[in-house]
């Protein structure tokens, strides 16, 4: 194998397991050390310069960070990095002097942002301080998008929404709330330099099925349900109710329903529980509600009296694999299920819906009638209009919409200013030892033997009983500080200089993972195999050192390494360092020539 | 010193022995040596040793006495038995807790100071009774406790960190192991596992004196340019003779080796050494052969390596002695103090 260049930006990046995983690319463990040090505010900040909705993601994240962290490969559970996030929310005070606010020069361009959701915000609070006027619009009254429509207020406080939506606000966003945009011909007439799209994919799959139209009025469309719940235009549902779906907005429409009068809610999904697309842990929150999830069943119709919905039948099928390993749900022959009730929510997915867009507005939109936007530009094919968050590639979740937001934050900006928009400027590196003394470093190399803290709940009783008291209490300090140290700085890196080296085997001996070998070269397959230990998790780097004495190289498995620094401490000639690795991700307004 | 503890958690992938335990388990307390000292390599070889032959941690006596190598035993090995004797003295301790139990494994651990300078005699004594042990000396060339000063293993003409040279002719303990009459006779690198943890394995399952003399790099006053002990120096004139396997009793041999260059040695318990030899004229079971080979190739400069000499059918002291098969510590009351009418027969016999 070729020896390793640590030098290239992504090299140690993909070594933070968490940060690499993170849409928007949040500095994790530099957080999570901030919050074990008890500094909670710039835990907060750094935070809030990623990923703009701290306070919001603490709750509510989709967390990708979390299966990727390595701690969930050296133990059972990763790090509960989500949770963290929201301690330094909930205890950070008041850090309304470290925003930037809305004293800024202005640069006389104008964009426009479809949508107040998560994706355009992050636009706006990239493009304001460099002196972009930003009209928001969107058809609801206040800003916010599914954050405050969809997410039900005992998983999300709208305290928390305001709050943050609000330090958008205060950068001196022009808000053209309540209106909605009925033409992007229009919006492209108006005097605007660059047009974003943040208008999410606000429409729910319908259900087809005999019995659809007559038992109607019992039959909600689930966002549409959902949003009328967030509104308080309903509060309250029948004592039976079936939920249909899966993903995640079946667990928040079962759980809403249980707060609503729903005394006997069920889920029932089409495949298995293994396959459902709801996170593990919203399927556990909702069966801790006493919701059950039967699975295998396929709708085959509304049942009704007097257009009266009385409850569903359903088929019940298996999962058969074909020669292929293609998986098909096949009737298994048995009676029809029936299952009495008085609602049905119908939660069976959400589409893109571009009403709005006519198709000769200069914009390509694909055979599924997507628009056809860049990747990483988020540019469409007419160069004056951008997209992110659900509108650009169907719906996600809140981190994506940020991500896209600040990639199209760098492309509107370049684009006002005539620059390629394919030219993306370089992220800011900072590397640095952590050695303080002999066996001394900056931060905490004693690791945790700890398991997963759980977060405390509400009293189960008066959660159901009132929907909008929230779920989740959160960390305390104390459960903060005892978290914070299971995460193993994987951000604190083993740098090693060949030249150093005297081949005396210290690290090896001392290594707990077995993450060292020296040895004869090889190609990455073998070698893969002749290591201390196998390395078999092909997503994870050999780092390789060559120019040794003996002529053999340095391999070093970055998989399963706890980042404890006992290579460096047992090094009698500094050849190991411990060395943090800090990216701070190009944001809008940074340039692309080094000099 | 490294002041934290070496984290509980370990490889996923780590394999267990048949008896369960990981490597992991035949570990110690995190080292207090110097960082890059030979001697912590030494632990790792004992540690993959024993967890490869999967001996019981209870069965070994781990027995030391005064140096950095002798402080080595609180690193590996965290719940077999343990002695730390006084400087020079293990051997004996070691006879005596081998005489009163022959049960248990004996892993002597010692430096070149502690058995070449101070315990010469008793390193000489144990050997020549052929107690059934593993005497291992850590062998770096310095006193590296008391901060460097030769050793009486330290080659003449090596020089001393300050460029002093040493003008005392070596004393080699492994020449002197062979003359001796030492059973098992090798020598090894810390910087060498590959070499060296086979050699142990054999050394734990021969059943007489077994002595190992493994060079160990003092990084902190003996491995500059100048010394004879250093890493560079050691693997520029490392000369091995051979290189082993050992198929513990019971399994399968699986021959990776080219015929004729490999010579397969049966041992008294029904183990076997398979050597692979790099030096096709040198035949370890030629005792004469062997002390001569050593001698020639000592005076060309050059550090021979590997099971330099094995009698595959040891003798030991219980055996000399004609002792009770039984340990003492299972033997009762009336069996350790017969009474006065037998003392009184034996007098009689002696009369
Ligand atoms: C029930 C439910 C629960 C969810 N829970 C989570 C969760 O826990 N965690 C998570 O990460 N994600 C969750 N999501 C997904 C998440 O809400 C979205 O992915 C995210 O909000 C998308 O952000 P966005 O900025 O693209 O658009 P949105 O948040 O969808 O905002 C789009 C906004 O555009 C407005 N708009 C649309 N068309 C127009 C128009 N023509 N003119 C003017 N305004 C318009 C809409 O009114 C809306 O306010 C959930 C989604 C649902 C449905
Ligand atoms: C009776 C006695 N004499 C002298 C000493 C001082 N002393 C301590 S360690 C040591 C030499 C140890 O050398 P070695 O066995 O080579 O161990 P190393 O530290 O090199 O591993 C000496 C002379 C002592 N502790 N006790
Ligand atoms: S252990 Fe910490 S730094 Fe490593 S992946 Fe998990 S959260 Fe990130
Ligand atoms: S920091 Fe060094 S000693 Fe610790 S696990 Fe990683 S490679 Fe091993
Ligand atoms: S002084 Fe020498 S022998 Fe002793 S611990 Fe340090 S390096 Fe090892
Ligand atoms: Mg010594």
Redesign the pocket.
């Given at each position: 194998m070729k020896a390793t260049d640590i030098a290239e930006q992504d090299y140690f990046h993909k070594v933070v397991d968490c940060q690499w995983a993170c849409p928007a690319h949040t500095p994790v463990p530099e957080y999570i050390r901030l919050i074990a040090a008890g500094r909670y505010a710039d835990a907060y900040m750094i935070n809030w310069k990623s990923n703009v909705f701290p306070g919001v993601?603490g709750?509510?994240?989709?967390r990708p960070c979390e299966p990727a962290c390595r701690r969930g490969r050296v133990e059972e559970q990763p790090v509960a990095i989500c949770r963290l996030k929201r301690v330094a929310a909930d205890y950070k005070g008041d850090i309304s002097d470290r925003l930037p606010g809305a004293d800024v020069a202005k640069n006389g361009k104008r964009v426009a942002c479809?949508?107040?959701?998560?994706?355009?915000?992050?636009v706006a609070r990239d493009l304001l301080p460099l002196g972009y006027e930003v009209v928001v619009?969107?058809?609801?009254a206040r800003?916010?998008?599914?954050?405050?429509?969809?997410?039900?207020k005992f998983?999300?406080p709208e305290s928390v929404i305001d709050e943050e939506v609000g330090y958008i606000a205060d950068m001196g966003i022009t808000p053209r709330y309540g209106?909605?945009?009925?033409s992007l011909k229009g919006l492209l007439a108006e005097d605007y330099d660059a047009i974003f799209v943040?208008?999410?994919?606000?429409r729910?799959r319908d259900l087809d099925i005999p019995g659809r139209q007559e038992a109607a009025a019992n039959i909600h469309i689930?966002?549409d349900w959902?949003s009328s719940v967030a509104f308080g235009h309903i509060d309250k549902i029948g004592k039976r109710v079936i939920v249909l779906g899966g993903g995640?907005?079946a667990m928040?429409?079962c759980r809403s329903s249980r707060r609503l009068g729903g005394d006997e809610v069920k889920v029932v999904v089409r495949s298995g529980f293994d396959e459902m697309k709801a996170s593990p842990w919203?399927k556990d929150d909702a069966m801790n509600e006493d919701i059950p999830i039967l699975n295998f069943l396929v709708p085959k119709a509304f049942l009704h009296e007097n257009g009266n919905l009385t409850g569903m039948s359903f088929d019940k099928v298996e999962a058969v694999y074909d020669e292929k390993g293609r998986r098909n749900l096949v009737p298994t022959g048995e009676p029809e299920v029936v299952i009495p009730c008085d609602d049905v929510l119908v939660?069976v997915g959400?589409e893109n819906a571009?009403?709005?867009i006519e198709r000769d507005a200069g914009l390509e939109f694909d055979r599924w009638n997507m628009p056809v936007v860049n990747e990483v530009t988020m540019q469409s094919t007419n160069p004056r209009v951008f997209f992110?968050?659900?509108?650009?590639f169907g719906?996600?979740?809140?981190?994506?919409?940020v991500a896209?937001?600040h990639a199209a934050a760098i492309s509107i900006d370049r684009f006002c200013r005539g620059e390629d928009v394919t030219e993306r400027p370089p992220h800011q590196i900072t590397i640095s030892s952590q050695k303080m003394g002999i066996h001394e470093w900056s931060y905490d190399n004693d690791i945790s033997n700890d398991g997963r803290f759980k977060v405390p709940h509400a009293d189960k009783a008066i959660a159901l009983n009132n929907i909008k008291v929230e779920v989740e209490l959160g960390f305390d300090d104390r459960l903060a500080y005892k978290e914070a140290e299971r995460c193993l700085n994987c951000d604190i890196q083993t740098v090693f200089t060949p030249k150093l080296c005297i081949e005396c085997d210290a690290c090896v001996d001392i290594c707990p993972m077995d993450c060292i070998t020296f040895t004869e070269n090889g190609e990455e397959a073998d070698l893969r195999m002749r290591l201390m230990a196998p390395a078999l998790n092909l997503t994870q780097d050999l780092y390789i050192a060559d120019g040794l004495k003996t002529a053999r190289i340095m391999a070093k498995d970055e998989d399963v390494c706890l980042h404890c620094g006992l290579c460096a401490e047992r090094c009698p000639t500094g050849a190991w360092d411990m060395q943090k690795f800090l990216v701070d991700m190009a944001k809008a307004g940074a340039s692309c020539n080094s000099h | 010193m490294t002041f934290i503890t070496k984290p509980k958690l370990h490889h996923p992938k780590l394999p267990t022995n048949h008896l369960g335990f990981t490597r992991r388990d035949y570990e110690g307390a995190v080292s207090t040596l110097c960082a890059g000292c030979g001697h912590d390599s030494i632990s790792a070889a004992i540690i993959q040793a024993c967890f490869e032959l999967a001996i019981e941690p209870h069965r070994i006596a781990k027995l030391s006495g005064i140096g950095c190598s002798s402080k080595t035993p609180t690193y590996f090995l965290g719940n077999s038995h343990g002695f730390n004797s006084v400087h020079g003295r293990m051997p004996s301790v070691l006879t005596g807790a081998n005489m009163a139990n022959r049960d248990l494994i004996y892993l002597g651990v010692s430096g070149d100071g502690d058995s070449a300078s101070i315990g010469l005699g008793q390193f000489a004594h144990s050997i020549r009774r052929g107690v059934n042990m593993v005497y291992i000396v850590e062998n770096n060339g310095v006193y590296g406790l008391t901060k460097g000063q030769f050793s009486a293993t330290s080659d003449r003409g090596s020089k001393s960190k300050r460029g002093v040279p040493n003008n005392d002719e070596a004393i080699d303990l492994v020449s002197m192991a062979l003359q001796l009459g030492a059973t098992y006779v090798g020598r090894s690198f810390s910087g060498d596992k590959a070499q060296l943890v086979p050699l142990i394995k054999g050394a734990l399952l021969h059943q007489g004196a077994a002595f190992i003399d493994c060079v160990s790099p003092c990084v902190a006053f003996n491995n500059h340019l100048g010394s004879t002990k250093s890493f560079d120096y050691v693997r520029e004139h490392n000369d091995a003779v051979n290189r082993l396997d050992i198929i513990p009793e019971r399994s399968e041999i699986v021959t990776d080796y080219e015929p004729g260059q490999t010579q397969t040695v049966t041992q008294h318990d029904g183990s076997m050494i398979r050597l692979h030899k790099l030096t096709p004229e040198y035949d370890p079971q030629d005792r004469v052969g062997a002390m001569n080979f050593l001698q020639q190739r000592y005076a060309l400069g050059e550090i021979v390596t590997g099971l330099l000499y094995l009698d595959p059918e040891p003798r030991d002291l219980h055996a000399y002695l004609n002792t009770s098969a039984t340990p003492f510590n299972e033997l009762g009351e009336a069996e350790l103090c017969p009474g006065p009418d037998a003392l009184e027969k034996f007098n009689a016999s002696l009369r």
């Open positions: 993601l709750r509510t994240c989709d479809v949508g107040a959701g998560p994706a355009s915000l992050t619009y969107d058809g609801d800003a916010g998008g599914m954050i405050r429509s969809q997410i039900p998983r999300l209106e909605k945009i009925d943040g208008s999410g994919a606000p729910g689930g966002i959902l995640n907005t928040d429409c919203e939660a959400q571009f009403p709005w992110g968050g659900d509108a650009a719906p996600k979740n809140i981190i994506w919409a896209h937001g | -």
